[in-house]
């Protein structure tokens, strides 16, 4: 039933407080890392109490897996049927280009959060691994799917393919992120992706 103060549904009041509580963590995230942020300003930061954000999620790990399982998932989603190999590869950049089209700062602390990740201390370092190793798996897999179904060319050097298609998302992010006149990543994305099908396609 819903509530005569807001108008929602439990369900839908849920839903609220844990998109804010995200979109908090997102900016922390930008601002300070993800081991310097707490609960507790992320709760602050959303208008709750430490209370809330405790009964709600359990604490900054809850609030870091519910984080990487919505958007990590969306740049790294498990294998699904394209039309063709090269759309299966080319489609990691177009997943970087909604989220950048629709949640920009989760985007941007989505990087941060796995260039943070490297430190052999961090929290994330084994999650991020294993969702930078499926990525180039679904890679690797896109072109060699793609040789076989002709939008891949036969003669590639596979290895350095996987490498070059990688390396380029994640450049591209970096220098998004750390630079200070930043870069118009969806135009640069647009070119990257161009490049590699003029480079790698049949």
Same mark, same amino acid.
């Given at each position: 039933?819903?509530?005569?103060?807001?108008?929602?549904?439990?369900?839908?009041?849920?839903? @609220?407080?844990?998109?804010?509580?995200?979109?908090?963590?997102?900016?922390?995230? /930008?601002?300070?890392?993800?081991?310097?942020? @707490?609960? %507790?300003?992320?709760?602050?930061? !959303?208008?709750?109490?430490? @209370?809330?954000? #405790? !009964?709600?999620?359990?604490? =900054?790990?809850?609030?870091?897996?519910?984080?990487?399982?919505?958007?990590?998932?969306?740049?790294?989603?498990?294998?699904?049927?394209?039309?063709?190999?090269?759309?299966?590869?080319?489609? #990691?950049?177009?997943?970087?280009?909604?989220?950048?089209?629709?949640?920009?700062?989760?985007?941007?602390?989505?990087? /941060?959060? @796995? +260039?943070?990740?490297? =430190?052999?201390?961090?929290?994330?370092?084994?999650?991020?691994?294993?969702?930078?190793?499926?990525?180039?798996?679904?890679?690797?897999?896109?072109?060699? =799917?793609?040789?076989?179904? =002709?939008?891949?060319?036969?003669?590639?050097?596979?290895?350095?393919?996987?490498?070059?298609?990688? %390396?380029?998302? +994640?450049?591209?992010?970096?220098?998004?992120? !750390?630079?200070?006149?930043? /870069?118009?990543?969806?135009?640069?994305? /647009? #070119?990257?992706?161009?490049?590699?099908?003029?480079?790698?396609?049949?």
């Amino acid at each position: 039933m819903p509530s005569p103060a807001r108008g929602l549904t439990q369900p839908e009041r849920v839903e @609220t407080s844990r998109r804010r509580l995200m979109e908090a963590a997102a900016e922390l995230i /930008v601002e300070k890392g993800w081991e310097a942020t @707490t609960a %507790a300003e992320i709760g602050r930061r !959303a208008g709750y109490s430490r @209370t809330m954000v #405790h !009964a709600r999620f359990g604490g =900054k790990e809850a609030i870091l897996e519910d984080f990487l399982q919505e958007y990590v998932s969306r740049l790294n989603p498990d294998l699904v049927p394209y039309p063709t190999g090269m759309d299966q590869v080319v489609a #990691h950049i177009d997943r970087i280009r909604d989220l950048y089209a629709r949640d920009r700062d989760v985007l941007r602390a989505m990087f /941060v959060s @796995t +260039f943070e990740a490297m =430190k052999t201390t961090s929290p994330l370092r084994d999650r991020v691994q294993d969702q930078l190793t499926a990525g180039v798996a679904n890679v690797a897999d896109g072109l060699r =799917k793609g040789q076989r179904d =002709k939008s891949v060319r036969r003669n590639i050097d596979l290895d350095r393919a996987v490498s070059d298609i990688t %390396a380029v998302c +994640f450049g591209l992010g970096f220098q998004w992120v !750390a630079l200070p006149s930043g /870069v118009d990543l969806d135009t640069e994305l /647009v #070119h990257a992706r161009d490049r590699i099908v003029r480079d790698y396609g049949a």
